[in-house]
Nanobody
Framework: QVQLVESGGGLVQAGGSLRLSCAAS????????MGWVRQAPGKEREFVAA????????YYVDSVKGRFTISRDNAKNSVYLQMNSLKAEDTAVYYC????????????????WGQGTQVTVSS
């Protein structure tokens, strides 16, 4: 069992930055590929970014490439999402997710999910 707790969300003006954090506990964090998924009001959940269990590989949805950076610190059991040049369309609840797999996992099928953190970008 893995517990995931996100933090760092908030209200920011368009063009600003936020850094989301996800703290994991309960199992060997380094055995999990991690991802960030978001859900905007009235829309389905959308994959945003993923990172492999070693941190050596990353993947981003086209809409955030060049603006968002996913990273992890296995010593701290944490994964991060640095979000720059934020746009109003980035407004959503952002979820941290984990999948027990080697390598990189790109998609929506995760084993564990956090409770989400709200990001609101004002235009």
């Amino acid at each position: 069992q893995v517990q995931l707790v996100e933090s760092g969300g908030g209200l920011v003006q368009a063009g600003g930055s936020l850094r989301l954090s996800c703290a994991a506990s309960g199992h060997t964090f380094s055995s999990y590929a991690m991802g960030w998924v978001r859900q905007a009001p009235g829309k389905e959940r959308e994959f945003v970014a993923a990172i492999s269990w070693t941190g050596g590989s990353t993947y981003y949805v086209d809409s955030v490439k060049g603006r968002f950076t996913i990273s992890r610190d296995n010593a701290k059991n944490s994964v991060y999402l640095q979000m720059n040049s934020l746009k109003a369309e980035d407004t959503a609840v952002y979820y941290c997710a984990a999948r027990r797999t080697f390598g990189l996992w790109v998609g929506m099928e995760y084993d564990y999910w956090g409770q989400g953190t709200q990001v609101t970008v004002s235009s």
